[in-house]
């Protein structure tokens, strides 16, 4: 016997009811470009600059904005053991 699938009816009036009114609804104006926004939206999809009531996010550094604490202290503790191994570098190569 073949396998008969299911043909989708879509969502039944139940489903409609339970779930229809949930979704968000595209009831404010972006105020650069005038598309459609979500209430809840931060940005606007169409032209992605941030709508009213919502902050941008903090602009992203490079390596060193992110660890400068991290690389000063490894540059100090190679230059101490650099000069460190100076003196004994020079007692080694004395004849």
Sequence with gaps: MPIRRNDDEGPSE???ERFGDDSPVADARCP???AA???EADVCPKCFSYLAGSAPAAPRGGMFAKHWK???IWALIIATLTLAGIP???ALLRP
């Design 14 to 16: 139940d489903d409609i």
């Design 32 to 34: 650069d470009c005038g």
């Design 37 to 39: 926004v979500w209430s």
């Design 70 to 72: 991290a690389i000063i």
């Design 88 to 90: 004994v570098l020079q």
